[in-house]
């Protein structure tokens, strides 16, 4: 990493997002950075701790800045009986003018913000605010805050409808976020298939792995454990594993199956340790977070894999679709000496692309790097207008981008279906 002289302080927040900004932060801290770390607390994830925790946001920022635990509680106080004063006697609320106050004070201490799912403010409009000051920005995107998913299921004919009913959000506001990253960001990091409305050229999202917390156990079992721990069962592909474990099991193919979901993920690493397979997810392309702990544990994989993946991200699963998964996991199942060496080489592959000091490194290396992993084109040569889409309003949020370096030298000028690039 660089010295703690070429970046002094990092801020990393807004939503925790599977243990990464706690994760992260833990690894910059390591390298001598100063790092400022935001998020609420989460449950699945409540052993970790922030430096503006958002759920007593007013405590944290006066300990923060006072730098005493006791000075910075007794000042809380304090701020405490002001703001009960200045509500019941002036109907003002002191802390929209605290936020305004720390939020200043976050842009001009940090040389670099890592913004994970949600900004300092609405609609993203610090981004501009850091960049102004000269902060480099890095947007590390994790899924829906800018996937679309009637685009997304075009684009990779993905054949299930849950998706629709799960996400309903209008097409802008997925765009509008993006379109502002893709303006202000210094380098933005994403996977394909919550990308089909982009236009910049990213690089690949590294999963951050902790592999001290995962204990690697090759257990050699002849019966094999065959485990699903879905977060949202319908959009995992439960049904579907469950009804091919169900016709494996009546063919007479030994081996045990469980099915368990909202567990901390403390639960989570216990049950990878001791288990063989791992059903992982069949719509959507992975390994996501899951799928790179039971490769830390000692589990082999079973996911929908993106076969055209770039050469960093070539993980060592068994890639599935509805239709070749029966045949897939009976193989599995019945070949030991391939699943042990499944096993063998996931655990190499996450200690040398995931553990959280090289994911830092990749982060802070490519901030000035133009060698992309991924060159989207789908929304600029393939992306259908609905009726109910407002094309004006579609043409103004492209225009945010028009006159950036990149968008010049990657999007082809034109227009196509009323659509103008």
Known sequence: MPKRSQ?????????EICGWIALLSSEFRKAGYRVISISPGTKYYNDQSYTLNKDHFALDYFILRIRSNIIGKLTHLIYTVLRKLFLSLLNKDLSNRLRVHANNYLYQQADIYIHIWEGLESSDADLYKFKIRGTKIVSWFVGDEVRFYPTTLKEFNIDNNYFLEYNKHVIYTPLRKLRMHERFSDVIFSVPDQSSLA?????????PLDLT????????????????????????????????????????????????????????RKLLTEADILLDELYMHGPGMLGMEAMASGCCVMVKYLETSPGCFKPPV??????????????????????????????????KNNNAKNVCNLILNSIN??????????????????????????????????DC?????YVPKGSRNGLVF
């Open 369 to 402: 790097s133009y060698n992309y992993d991924y060159y989207p084109n789908y929304f600029r040569e393939k992306f259908e207008l609905e009726e109910h889409y407002n094309l004006l309003k579609i043409n103004e949020l492209t225009a945010i981008v028009k």
């Open 199 to 207: 236009l910049r050229p990213y690089h690949h999202l590294q999963i």
């Open 318 to 351: 068994v890639s599935i679709t509805s239709d070749n998964l029966k045949s897939k996991l009976r193989e599995l199942i019945q070949n030991k000496s391939l699943r042990e060496e499944l096993i063998k080489k996931g655990r190499s592959y996450v200690e």
């Open 213 to 268: 917390k995962y204990r690697y156990k090759n257990t050699g079992n002849d019966i094999p454990i065959i485990i699903h721990i879905p977060s949202a069962p319908l959009l995992k592909g439960s049904p579907v594993f469950e009804s091919v474990v169900k016709e494996l099991s009546e063919e007479g193919l030994q081996f045990q199956f469980k099915n368990i979901n909202n567990i901390p993920n403390s639960e989570v």
């Open 405 to 409: 370096k990149w968008y010049n030298k």
């Open 7 to 15: 970046c002094k302080t990092i801020v990393i927040g807004c939503q």
